[in-house]
């Protein structure tokens, strides 16, 4: 396998970014890319993308953001990857976003050495040339809604929602006036200050570029930031019995599962001890 190029960049399949209109649509697709670079199949770095692929799964059952460096016998076989659920969502959602991605990433990116999935709720990327921790303002997807012309009251409080997100702390911030809604959030491999970089350009560049539009979305490559006037989006995690309770069956599947493959694991282990020591 060739080693990636520091330069590479991802070649992303550009959605339209769709609304979140209910809880279940935080698993909906936004975007998402692969590099070019190929691997073998069945290749030591196949085997160090399931396992990455597989920690990141796990770990979204207990946190909300996290990051694995795999290593390799050579160079070529590290793998770097990270998971980054919004920061309104409960664990159970969490996981079964996260899960939703790394299934999105295996058909997406089969055999590639690098990729990554934005659903509205998660964010999911691998490479093998490391990005952890690295600043970038890349801007990966740009939206802007209709415009609704110029209504100084309307874009008054769209920049003062917006203006309020900038001056707030923390990777993820949400606020909002009236009709007017806001959200923005950074990767958690960021500095505080690399945070408010990303976010300060997201912010900026999305008053620029969308100008009146009803709504818009600014993702980098490291954060992203978002508006919606008049309900056009609603990017705040609304609650139902019917919602919670398929995320949490969700979860308890995912669970059992992790669980399952343990007592494999353990089961195997105590085989091979029992017949290894009656063969000495």
Not at 47 to 69: C, D, E, G, K
Not at 181 to 209: F, H, M, N, P, Y
Request: glycine fraction near 12%.
């Amino acid at each position: 396998m060739a080693r990636a190029t520091s330069d590479l960049l991802l070649i992303f399949i550009f959605l339209i970014s769709l609304p979140i209109a209910s809880p279940s649509s935080t698993d909906s697709f936004v975007f998402g890319g692969c590099t070019q670079q190929k691997y073998e199949p069945d290749s030591p770095y196949e085997s160090n993308i399931n396992s990455l692929l597989t920690s990141l799964v796990n770990s979204a059952t207990y946190s909300s953001y996290n990051n694995y460096t795999i290593m390799g016998s050579s160079p070529q076989d590290v793998v770097y990857g990270l998971f980054q659920c919004r920061g309104d969502l409960s664990m159970p959602d969490c996981a079964t976003c996260v899960a939703r991605a790394v299934s999105q990433l295996g058909s997406l990116c089969s055999l590639t050495c690098g990729g990554a999935v934005q659903l509205q709720g998660c964010y999911v990327k691998y490479d093998n040339t490391t990005f952890l921790g690295a600043e970038d303002k890349t801007v990966v997807l740009k939206k802007c809604g209709p415009s609704i012309g110029y209504d100084t009251d309307a874009m008054s409080v769209r920049d003062a929602v917006m203006a309020g997100l900038a001056r707030a702390g923390g990777p993820h911030r949400a606020g909002g006036s009236g009709e007017v809604q806001g959200l923005a959030q950074c990767v958690g491999d960021l500095s505080l200050g690399q945070c408010q970089d990303c976010l300060s350009e997201a912010i900026s560049r999305l008053k620029t570029d969308c100008g009146t539009g009803v709504y818009g979305d600014m993702f980098l490559a490291k954060c992203y930031a978002r508006y919606s006037t008049g309900g056009a989006h609603v990017y705040t995690k609304t609650h139902n019995d019917k919602s919670i309770n398929e995320s949490e069956k969700t979860f308890a599947i995912i669970i059992g599962l992790l669980a399952g493959v343990a007592l494999i694991i353990i089961f195997l282990t105590f085989i091979r001890k029992v017949f290894g020591g009656s063969g000495k």
